[in-house]
């Protein structure tokens, strides 16, 4: 069965530094591409980074904070998050879609993957 689990979440004040683990059963992570999402209340879903056959990718809002990597002896993904801002409350969820993708395939488009976690639920606030 193929299931994804997030952990790493919680309550932090501006300026402090979080790690999320997305660690996966059910199938190798690395023959897909992991994107990690959130969500806020009232707002979309939006991509944060993924790891494709293409490298890794930031959204410029957390470009030079957050560092995405991978651990394949552990089947596990993180997302290193640091100089947190109260804009970076939200639902994190890590996501799978298998590889290799098209030429045009978005990786920042949620809509993209098969797979998804139940979320971990990061807050910053002093």
């Known amino acids: 069965q193929v299931q994804l689990v997030e952990s790493g979440g919680g309550l932090v004040q501006p300026g402090d530094s979080l790690r999320l683990s997305c660690a996966a059963t059910g199938f190798t992570l690395d023959a897909y591409a992991i994107g990690w999402f959130r969500q806020a209340p009232g707002k979309e879903r939006e991509g944060v980074s993924y790891?494709?056959?293409?490298?890794?990718n930031y959204a410029d809002s957390v470009k030079g904070r957050f560092t995405m990597s991978r651990d394949n002896a552990k089947n596990t993904v993180y997302l290193q998050m640091n100089s947190l801002k109260p804009e970076d409350t939200a639902v994190y969820y890590c996501?799978?879609?298998?590889?290799?993708?098209?030429?045009?395939?978005?990786?920042?488009?949620?809509?993209?993957?098969?797979?998804w976690g139940q979320g971990t639920q990061v807050t910053v606030s002093s």
């Open positions: 790891i494709s056959d293409d490298g890794t």
């Open positions: 996501a799978a879609y298998p590889l290799p993708g098209f030429w045009d395939t978005d990786f920042f488009d949620s809509h993209t993957y098969d797979y």
